[in-house]
T-cell receptor
Framework: AQSVAQPEDQVNVAEGNPLTVKCTYSVSGNPYLFWYVQYPNRGLQFLLKYITGDNLVKGSYGFEAEFNKSQTSFHLKKPSALVSDSALYFCAASYSSASKIIFGSGTRLSIRP | DTGVSQNPRHKITKRGQNVTFRCDPISEHNRLYWYRQTLGQGPEFLTYFQNEAQLEKSRLLSDRFSAERPKGSFSTLEIQRTEQGDSAMYLC?????????????????FGQGTRLTVV
């Protein structure tokens, strides 16, 4: 079965430090991978995606993600965290451009001043 | 505003009543998704459409749930005989389908959701 796993329910980082939010996927074929962010009482906002090509993709708000096929991972990263990055982050995947998008359970990112 | 629009934003209903939600996708998008999200959890896939065709419905979805997209534009999600366990945020999203986006623009854009409370 297709699935997306986010092994950490919460990640705590000090402002200015680098952050990583982990995601692994179990999707057949060549996956399409996405990251979304959700702020309190707001809808999900698209951050970035991997379709093909360069394994390091850059997205909104200074975030980037690295696709690793051998480890079936798509970790979200940012070199220097901001307090305003505190939110709920979701990794998502589809196994083709024609298939549904499935989501992980989410990781709450908390950046302390 | 050309984003995904959902109505109503909030719905409180008594157990056993029927409710219907509406989603207006981004106009150029031919794919439309419905998800359900409970507090602190990831969106759970319910169903999706390519134009007016319903491509898949979650096997976890009760027969009390039905969705339509009759003209390939807006969509409705109906829940019959609501139960307290149906209380959740119902999210709609839209995207280009594979034919329109050529596989490059398949990210989904979400509406603000409809929060359902069954009392």
């Amino acid at each position: 079965a297709q699935s997306v796993a986010q092994p950490e329910d919460q990640v705590n980082v000090a402002e200015g430090n680098p952050l990583t939010v982990k995601c692994t996927y179990s999707v057949s074929g060549n996956p399409y991978l996405f990251w979304y962010v959700q702020y309190p009482n707001r809808g999900l906002q698209f951050l970035l995606k991997y379709i093909t090509g360069d394994n390091l993709v850059k997205g909104s708000y200074g975030f980037e993600a690295e696709f690793n096929k051998s480890q079936t991972s798509f970790h979200l990263k940012k070199p220097s965290a901001l307090v305003s990055d505190s939110a709920l982050y979701f990794c998502a995947a589809s196994y083709s451009s024609a298939s549904k998008i499935i989501f992980g359970s989410g990781t709450r990112l908390s950046i302390r001043p | 505003d050309t984003g995904v629009s959902q109505n109503p934003r909030h719905k409180i209903t008594k157990r056993g009543q029927n409710v219907t939600f509406r989603c207006d996708p981004i106009s150029e998008h031919n794919r439309l998704y419905w998800y359900r999200q409970t507090l602190g959890q990831g969106p759970e896939f319910l169903t999706y459409f390519q134009n007016e065709a319903q491509l898949e419905k979650s096997r976890l979805l009760s027969d009390r749930f039905s969705a339509e997209r009759p003209k390939g534009s807006f969509s409705t999600l109906e829940i019959q005989r609501t139960e307290q366990g149906d209380s959740a945020m119902y999210l709609c999203a839209s995207s280009f389908g594979p034919n329109r986006g050529k596989g490059q623009n398949t990210e989904a854009f979400f509406g603000q959701g409809t929060r359902l409370t069954v009392v």
